[in-house]
DNA sequence: TGTACATCAGTGAACGCGCGTTCACTGATGTAC
DNA sequence: TGTACATCAGTGAACGCGCGTTCACTGATGTAC
């Protein structure tokens, strides 16, 4: 039987302990070993051999799993996508029980994850991974942007429809300030600035003044 | 006499030509260095030995002028900052001769230094450099951020003073907007996305609505 | 149920390489007199 | 103006180290019969 995934070291991370000569679930650690490294040291920070070194394998043994570090990096940028596709899916949630609301724990969704999986967030957006490096990671991608999409299209329908805009457009005004926020106030590390107030409320009044002036009222 | 800054190599950049014992400007060459190899590989992506053979010097030489690669990189970044510091003030020209153009002036300097000057802005914003390893820097880092407040702090008179908004979120509000857009979509790399607009343009429809949303109107 | 065999995943030793850093040194420059 | 000397900036050789990568190997697992 193989091991499930997750279920070794009692799932807890932290450098293998020991175990048979087969690990049965190395591609994961590696993972996990870049994630926590990641977090630790910056996405240019380790090497393929501290992943493996933290994994308890051979300098030898990712080559089974991983072409090279860059392609074990873009796998973790991969899997951040989609986790966080399916964390602003959840907030979302089709815009019920109400647009704003739904608006609202969207981006507060976004900082979320930018704050609590800063590693992920890191790999996804500053690990400079190209995204044609792999169709699956621009799928990914991609997906986590349509999501954002799908919630400006419902917001701009509520627009008086001669001022209009269209919905790609104000998709990524949302994305980029808020991933503006999330890079220079969001994260943990010691880059970041000081603010005079929690990034959540900073979006949020950014984006009441931003809806206000597209002529959205927070009433409704 | 000594060489004047940047008058060796025609100042064209550039591994070094023939020269005597004394390379004479070495500080200048580390930093161009720096700037040559982070717009070529980021800010991670080169050594301090790859510094010292770009300038065309002796693996130790570096050691004359700075303490580590850290030093050299939070150096460009100083500089960096200074030079963003003076590009927005001339662009702001303190509101001259009216408030909204200077704004959006302000604001397409910012795009162009992100644009224009990637390994800076790299070194700034992307290179992991603690504001705190240097007071030097951080003074750099919030002098530009002060032409921004000053910035936000004209345009929050113009708002009906039972709805203005703290001039310092405003200036935040910018900065992150800003800063997202140039980190998404404003610069050459690879890891850029697509957008079907410049990038100019995204942010100048994003402020409209944003002052808009504020109750400033464009026509003042 | 047992056994032979194929496949798989990780080993560990080896290699060449470039890095960071130090050191005594030396060539060039500036200055006191 | 000349000369002795101090200071400075860069040299080049050396070191230990860890990395990336390869290789023949071996232990473990799965499966055909």
Redesign the interface.
Known sequence: MRWTKGDRDGGSGGPAGPRGYHHGNLKEALVRAALELIAEK?P??FTFADAARWAGVSPAAPYRHFRDRDELVADVARRGFDLFTAALTKAWDDGKPELMAAFDRLGRAYLDFAKHQPAYYSAM??A?????TDPQLRAASEAAFAVLRSAAERMVVLVPPQGR?PA??VA??V???????A???GRG???R?A???PPEE?LE??M???????GISPGR
């Not at 400079?128 to 044609?132: E, K, N, Q, T, W």
């Not at 009441?208 to 597209?214: E, K, N, Q, S, T």
């Open positions: 910056g240019a920070g957006f500053e400079g991974v190209g995204l044609d805009p790609l457009m990524l005004h994305w980029s300030m808020t991933h503006g926020i890079s220079l106030f590390d010691a880059a600035r603010l005079p107030m900073l009044a950014a009441l003044i931003y809806l206000r002036g597209l």
